[in-house]
């Protein structure tokens, strides 16, 4: 199976407050994660990153959580823009020498006005 | 800088026929690797290059896809003969050499078997 996956297909939010993506992977030797953003008829595009020695990482109105306990990675996007609109995938990097990226199936956030 | 560039955007093609596409990386991003994205899952890597030599084609159907980077900057991708589950966008990217580099990812090739 995969080893990561996401635990929402869609999530609602409205105009203005904040969105949480959760992640969870299942392989523990994972050391690289990456948020990605797709929009409809494009290709992914990166958002922000974080290695497994970090448990939080910020970049422009967004916060990457890793909780490597339990296994769960989380995007924070503050003050939700109709911009915001798409599907975000997370994926991972088990290392090993090749650094082929493993995706999960994608949240659709749908901002409400 | 430039993204990632992808050719063609859209293609339809007949089950048992070939078809190819081309990316051309970010300039000076020696790794590049080439995603199939089935509509509705993530991407899923099919093979990884470091400049002309693979690193990774664990997951390409090696039956009937073929890729390539002979100059280790442009690389093809290639179907012969198509089926019709390989409808698909395929989607090339990009990154710096070392471990952990964001990939850079371009808008894809959607393909279509009929």
């Known amino acids: 199976g995969e080893s990561v996956g996401l635990h929402l297909p869609t999530l609602s939010v409205q105009e203005g407050d904040n969105s949480i993506i959760n992640c969870a992977y299942s392989?523990?030797?994972?050391?690289?994660f990456i948020w990605y953003k797709q929009e409809s008829g494009k290709g992914p595009q990166f958002i922000i990153d974080i290695r497994s020695n970090m448990d939080k990482r910020q970049g422009q109105r967004v916060t990457v959580l890793l909780n490597k306990t339990v296994k769960h990675l989380s995007l924070q996007i503050a003050a939700t823009q109709p911009g915001d609109s798409a599907v975000y995938f997370c994926a991972e990097n088990i290392g090993g020498g090749a650094d082929g990226l493993t995706f999960g199936k994608g949240t659709h956030l749908i901002i409400q006005p | 800088e430039a993204g990632v560039a992808q050719s063609p955007r859209y293609k339809i093609i007949e089950k048992r026929q070939s078809v190819a596409f081309w990316c051309n990386p970010i300039?000076?991003?020696?790794?590049l690797y080439w995603y199939q994205q089935i509509l509705g899952q993530g991407p899923k890597l099919l093979i990884q290059?470091?400049?002309?030599?693979?690193?990774?084609d664990s997951q390409l159907p090696k039956d009937r896809f073929s890729a390539e980077r002979l100059k280790g900057v442009d690389s093809t991708l290639k179907i012969q003969p198509a089926k019709l589950e390989d409808s698909a966008v395929y989607l090339c990217?990009?990154?710096?050499?070392?471990?952990?580099?964001?990939?850079?990812f371009g808008d894809g090739t959607r393909l279509s078997i009929l």
């Open positions: 990217a990009s990154s710096r050499t070392g471990f952990n580099q964001p990939q850079h």
């Open positions: 392989n523990s030797a994972s050391d690289y």
């Open positions: 300039s000076g991003h020696a790794t």
């Open positions: 290059f470091q400049n002309n030599g693979v690193v990774d």
